[in-house]
């Protein structure tokens, strides 16, 4: 069993960044994916980015968001700069007990409750 328990969440203003952190305790999570997803009021949950040896992202994030990981200390990051007030949403960290890319929600095992991520216009 993984827990996952994501930090960082805020209130922002447009143009400007905020880190999340998502921390894992229960299992070794190097050969895990990670991803992050967000789900905005009335819309269906969407994948942001993930990770394993190599980084991927959504369109819409690319270039302004980044993630990494620190598998010494079982967490994930997602730095995200530039950001739009489309980018509200409730974010969320998954892990995948496998090391292959995925984006569809369905495929990761385990997931955190969320952080509320607020850009204001």
């Known amino acids: 069993q993984v827990q996952l328990v994501e930090s960082g969440g805020g209130l922002v203003q447009s143009g400007g960044s905020l880190r999340l952190s998502c921390a894992a305790s229960?299992?070794?999570?190097?050969?895990?994916?990670m991803g992050w997803f967000r789900q905005a009021p009335g819309k269906e949950r969407e994948f942001v980015a993930a990770?394993?040896?190599?980084?991927y992202y959504a369109g819409s994030v690319k270039g302004r968001f980044t993630i990494s990981r620190d598998n010494a200390k079982n967490t994930v990051y997602l730095q995200m700069n530039s950001l739009k007030p489309e980018d509200t949403a409730v974010y969320c960290c998954a892990a995948r007990p496998v090391p292959t890319y995925s984006s569809t929600p369905s495929e990761y095992a385990y997931w955190g409750q969320g952080t509320q991520v607020t850009v204001s216009s």
């Open positions: 990770i394993n040896w190599i980084t």
């Open positions: 229960g299992r070794t999570f190097s050969g895990y994916l």
